[in-house]
């Protein structure tokens, strides 16, 4: 929705967190004020609001994102799920790979859904629940690669978020190779959207650009505006 009115303190509050968000480092409410444009006192409320709802954190004159980011985020994950599932069948039968959402948790890559392709006899099992860190894999890769780009970021992340994919061979499993992009929301990655096979590289040049639509399609349905057409089928 766009036009019509908004609420000024609003709008600040959920910037600050966005601000957060992007420094892992965390800021402090003079660095927030500036860019914000705004006085060190209004910052100063934000900041205890934020921290009374956990939603922000401090330690010393630093400010960080809380964790009570990541409680919401876990409530959306059942919108997540229903939202990604069918995407999740489509993709592991066009790529005959086995299909994958991730979600970050953390500084590691949470396997959250898997979809083996119906028709193969012999593909790559996916244990949903199991970890590794946001650096290794495909999948984890593809989330840093949504978000802004780092000072002293791995390579491979950096042309992950040029490529728009992210590719792995051997990360996690001898034999397995990943392909991966970011489902982007609001200028922030916590989601990817994924496939994996057996092999030593790629197996089809259309499988990355496949990959990609797929997330973008589910950005689109999570945003609330689903695509149309045979995108929008299974």
Same mark, same amino acid.
């Given at each position: 929705?766009?036009?019509?009115?908004?609420?000024?303190?609003?709008?600040?509050?959920?910037? =600050?967190?966005?601000?957060?968000?992007?420094?892992?480092?965390?800021?402090?409410?003079?660095?927030?004020?500036?860019?914000?444009?705004?006085?060190?006192?209004?910052?100063?409320?934000?900041?205890?609001?934020?921290?009374?709802?956990?939603?922000?954190?401090?330690?010393?004159?630093?400010?960080?994102?809380?964790?009570? =980011?990541?409680?919401?985020?876990?409530?959306?994950?059942?919108?997540?799920?229903?939202? =990604?599932?069918?995407?999740?069948?489509?993709?592991?039968?066009?790529?005959?790979?086995?299909?994958?959402?991730?979600? %970050?948790?953390?500084?590691?890559?949470?396997?959250?859904?898997?979809?083996?392709?119906?028709?193969?006899?012999?593909?790559?099992?996916?244990?949903?629940?199991?970890?590794?860190?946001?650096?290794?894999? %495909?999948?984890?890769?593809?989330?840093?690669?949504?978000?802004?780009?780092?000072?002293?970021?791995?390579?491979?992340?950096?042309?992950?978020?040029?490529?728009?994919?992210?590719?792995? =061979?051997?990360?996690?499993?001898?034999?397995?190779?990943?392909? %991966?992009?970011?489902?982007?929301?609001?200028?922030?990655?916590?989601?990817?959207?994924?496939?994996?096979?057996?092999?030593?590289?790629?197996?089809?040049?259309?499988?990355?650009?496949?990959?990609?639509?797929?997330?973008?399609?589910?950005?689109?349905?999570?945003?609330?505006?689903?695509?149309?057409?045979?995108?929008?089928?299974?």
């Amino acid at each position: 929705m766009t036009g019509g009115e908004t609420s000024q303190t609003l709008d600040r509050g959920l910037r =600050v967190l966005e601000m957060l968000a992007e420094r892992p480092d965390g800021l402090t409410a003079v660095e927030i004020a500036e860019r914000l444009s705004t006085a060190r006192a209004i910052v100063y409320r934000l900041l205890r609001t934020l921290e009374a709802h956990k939603l922000a954190t401090s330690t010393g004159a630093r400010y960080f994102l809380g964790f009570g =980011v990541a409680d919401l985020a876990r409530r959306l994950q059942p919108r997540l799920q229903s939202v =990604v599932s069918p995407l999740l069948h489509r993709l592991s039968i066009q790529t005959d790979s086995t299909a994958l959402l991730s979600v %970050a948790d953390g500084d590691q890559a949470l396997v959250l859904l898997t979809q083996a392709p119906p028709q193969s006899a012999l593909h790559l099992a996916m244990r949903e629940g199991s970890k590794h860190p946001l650096t290794r894999g %495909a999948d984890g890769v593809a989330i840093l690669a949504g978000r802004p780009a780092e000072p002293g970021e791995p390579a491979h992340v950096t042309v992950a978020r040029r490529d728009g994919y992210a590719v792995s =061979v051997g990360a996690l499993q001898s034999g397995a190779v990943g392909v %991966a992009a970011p489902i982007t929301l609001s200028g922030w990655c916590s989601a990817s959207l994924g496939v994996v096979h057996l092999g030593d590289r790629v197996k089809d040049d259309a499988i990355p650009g496949i990959v990609i639509a797929a997330a973008n399609e589910a950005a689109a349905r999570l945003s609330g505006h689903d695509a149309d057409g045979a995108a929008g089928t299974t």
